[in-house]
């Protein structure tokens, strides 16, 4: 891929390889059981946004029960960057935290791996959730399913205030996350971010992130990727067939094709399913035994996003983002070790 983006580095080339734009979340991981799902009435493997309280109960009665398994700086495109970051992009993230422990952890986190930022620190936020880094509590179950249980807080402010235009300009791609669909005012900032780049013939992608998000917010979905569509779209089987009320994955595809320029559908177990704006790409699936299927999806998009830009191409950049996303449902949380990425990056490409 060649970039057209007209603001470059002393260099000549764009000093970000991928530009985020997504929700700022701290993650905490529990290992539960589908009882305890049940029991708290929770659908299992979807996300649910939650207010201050319930978060309060609900993450008191997991403490109680599990225990707390870890945490880290969490949001869709925060995990997708990170990856990206670790393989070896250039990556900005313009998210929201707020002034406050968890905030602090958050942006530490994110520059540990090597990601720039320019997180608002919650001045002009406003309500009664207004200052409070948002939190994730994500669920696992036996079966390595994960559901999320997600208090937005201060990061459902997310607005083109948090956009830095100077750095998306001097970007190669934009990345959107889907989730952002929920606020207003960041599904605002997403279409201006979006306006933005095509104005500069800046790439952008899109990740539709969860089934919810079409379910409750499909008409804010279908504002972000507007009449132009996309450059390239990420989704899973569930959301292709949802959005396009297709019966199989074929009949989805091709109605992707609508919307997005090039795309890629995940299949769990059997791979995925690449078009790279000629024909379809089977991406070979690796057998592993799974214990957390938490950030797998992010996971992919990384890896993918991080071939893709370096020109790579769509077939090497899914032979990547294949064995990343396998390698992580291996472990428990939503990354992989920074060290993985390298063997990964050789096994995979070699030299390149």
């Known amino acids: 891929m060649t970039s057209t983006a007209t603001s470059t580095s002393s260099t000549g080339a764009p000093r970000f390889d991928i530009y985020g734009l997504g929700n700022a979340l701290l993650d905490k991981e529990f290992l539960v059981q589908d009882e305890f799902l049940a029991e708290q009435g929770i659908a299992k493997g979807a996300m ?5 309280p ?3 109960t609900l993450l008191a009665e997991l403490r109680r029960q599990f225990g707390l398994r870890g945490r880290a700086s969490g949001g869709s495109a925060a995990n997708t960057l990170v990856t990206a970051s670790y393989f070896g992009s250039r990556a900005f993230y313009s998210c929201r935290v707020g002034p406050d422990e968890a905030g602090e952890f958050y942006l530490a986190d994110l520059r540990a791996a090597g990601v720039a930022t320019n997180p608002h620190q919650g001045q002009v936020a406003v309500g009664e959730d207004a200052g409070i880094t948002g939190r994730c509590l994500v669920l696992i179950t036996p079966d390595a399913e994960r559901t999320m249980n997600t208090f937005l807080g201060t990061t459902s402010e997310l607005s083109r205030v948090e956009i830095d235009f100077a750095a998306l300009a001097d970007s190669r791609l934009l990345y959107i996350e889907g989730y952002l669909v929920t606020s207003p005012s960041a599904r605002e900032a997403a279409v201006r971010a ?3 780049a095509r104005e500069r013939g800046i790439e952008v992608a899109y990740t539709l992130s969860d089934s919810s998000m079409l379910q409750y917010f499909g008409e804010g979905v279908a504002q972000i990727l507007g ?4 450059d390239l779209l990420f989704c899973n089987e569930g959301e292709a067939l ?3 009320g297709a ?5 989805a595809a091709q109605d992707l094709k609508r919307v997005a320029r090039r795309f890629c559908i995940t299949l769990g177990a059997r791979g995925a399913l690449v078009f790279d704006g000629e024909q379809l790409l089977q991406i070979a699936p ?3 035994t799974p214990v957390d299927s938490n950030g797998a999806g992010d996971v992919f998009a990384g890896a993918f996003l991080h071939a893709y830009a370096a ?3 769509c077939q090497r950049a899914g032979d990547l983002a294949s064995l990343a996303s396998a390698r992580c449902v291996t472990q428990f949380g939503p990354r992989l070790p920074a060290q993985a990425h390298q063997e990964i990056r050789q096994a995979v490409l070699g030299a390149d």
């Open 247 to 251: 019966s199989s994955v074929a009949e």
């Open 54 to 56: 319930r978060l309060v």
């Open 194 to 196: 979006k306006a933005f």
């Open 311 to 313: 020109g790579l191409g």
């Open 242 to 244: 949802q959005w396009s």
């Open 48 to 52: 649910t946004l939650i207010d201050a």
């Open 286 to 288: 690796h057998r592993v």
């Open 227 to 230: 009449d132009d569509g996309v």
